[in-house]
C-alpha cells in the first residue's frame, strides 16, 4: 500500500495510475478521490445524528485508469506535451 490517504497518492494519474486519487485533469478527484471525499462525509453525518451509515470501502474504487490500452497512453502522452494557453 502507498502512503497517503487509505493508500491514496497525490500522485499525477499517469505517474501512478492504481493509486492515485486524481482524474486526469490532476485537479478533480477520480471515483477513489471522491470515495474518499463521501466517507468523510458520512463520519460527519454518524457523529452529527448518530447514525450508523457504513464507510465506503474506497479499494473497491481503486485503479480507475490501470487499464488503459497502450492507444491511450499514447494519446495521453500526447496530449500532456500540447501547449497550455491561458
Known amino acids: 500500500m502507498t502512503d497517503g490517504l487509505e493508500g491514496y497518492s497525490g500522485d499525477f494519474v499517469l505517474v501512478d495510475t492504481l493509486n ?3 482524474s486526469l485533469d ?3 478527484a477520480n471515483n477513489g478521490g471522491y470515495a474518499i471525499i463521501a466517507n468523510l ?3 460527519v453525518i ?3 445524528f448518530s447514525q450508523k451509515i457504513p464507510l465506503l ?3 473497491q474504487f481503486r485503479g480507475q485508469y ?3 490500452t497502450n492507444n491511450q497512453r ?3 502522452d500526447v496530449f500532456m506535451n500540447l501547449p497550455l494557453f491561458f
Open 20 to 22: 492515485t486519487a486524481f
Open 26 to 28: 490532476g485537479i478533480h
Open 41 to 43: 462525509f458520512i463520519e
Open 46 to 48: 454518524n457523529e452529527s
Open 57 to 59: 470501502d474506497t479499494d
Open 66 to 68: 490501470a487499464g488503459m
Open 74 to 76: 499514447l494519446l495521453k
